[in-house]
């Protein structure tokens, strides 16, 4: 009789499942990804502001006018009037370009007397002369600088301080005139001043030259001359002309642009501007145009 065998088969048939079981787990985990990185969050981080290094460009600043220079020589004028410091407003003002115009030759006889002009009518030839004042010897300026070293001082009176009006003055509108007493001496009824009064000068643009300042700055006794030809056909009549000067504001040896002496109490001080002359413009002040022009 011949035994089964399945007892001893059996086993090995369990035996044969387990290895493939075995073999299929390993497969798999040979298999399997790794895990994954992790994703990129989808709200980026915020970096931390950094100090910006860009710098914010500095807006140019507008020349300087009459009214302008007027507003700083004021203030400066009411503290030395009061014996006090000059004020500290004014020093910003150092650096910064400067235009005003001025009139020469005014019809009054006394504003303008710093330049002249001429036509002839046979020639048809015109000319305007007018100077830069000199300085140098006059202790006015010495007590202006005060205590700052100088060779020579030259520059331009502000004729009217009092007004922004850049014009020669209009004449007053003539009155009625009264009627003469009939006992009046028409000898002293009759009588006008042949010539005015200088005007008062109280405020002037000045530059302080040095010992070693380049010669070709100084104006000297050298005038701005102009001379042109006209057309036949031009007439002899008035006229006005005006200078424009550009340059730019300074300061004395404490950095106050604006210094002012009060030698009589019962008087405005005398103030003067430091600057640095830079284009000097002749025009004709009825339409603007330019005549001629020099470097300082």
Request: a negative charge; proline letters at 9%.
């Amino acid at each position: 009789m011949i035994e089964a065998n399945c007892s001893r088969e059996w086993p090995s048939r369990r035996s044969a499942g387990r290895a493939l079981a075995l073999a299929a787990f390993i497969a798999l985990a040979g298999c399997q990804r790794s895990d994954p990185a992790p994703e990129a969050s989808a709200t980026p981080e915020v970096a931390e502001d950094s100090p910006s290094t860009t710098t914010a460009a500095v807006k140019a600043l507008s020349a300087l006018g009459r009214a302008e220079i007027l507003v700083a020589v004021a203030a400066a004028a009411d503290e030395v009037a009061a014996g006090n410091p000059l004020p500290k407003s004014n020093i910003e003002l150092a650096n910064r370009s400067f235009e005003l115009t001025m009139p020469i030759a005014c019809g009054d006889g006394a504003n303008g007397g710093w330049g002249s002009w001429s036509f002839d009518p046979a020639t048809k030839v015109l000319r305007v002369s007018f100077s830069r004042q000199n300085w140098a010897g006059d202790p006015l300026f010495a007590d202006l600088a005060n205590g700052q070293p100088f060779e020579t001082a030259e520059g331009f009176w502000i004729e009217r301080p009092w007004t922004r009006s850049e014009q020669c003055p209009r004449p007053a509108a003539d009155a009625e005139t009264p009627e003469t007493p009939e006992k009046a001496d028409s000898k002293i009824a009759d009588v006008k001043p042949a010539v005015q009064a200088a005007p008062d000068n109280r405020l002037a643009l000045v530059q302080y030259f040095s010992s070693d300042a380049p010669r070709k700055l100084l104006r000297g006794k050298r005038p701005y001359a102009y001379t042109a030809k006209l057309a036949k056909d031009a007439e002899p009549t008035p006229r006005a002309f005006r200078i424009r000067i550009e340059g730019r504001i300074t300061a004395f040896g404490d950095g106050q642009p604006v210094h002012c002496v009060n030698g009589q109490t019962t008087k405005p001080p005398v103030c003067a501007v430091a600057v640095e002359f830079g284009k000097i413009t002749l025009e004709d002040a009825a339409t603007g145009e330019p005549l001629a022009d020099w470097d300082s």
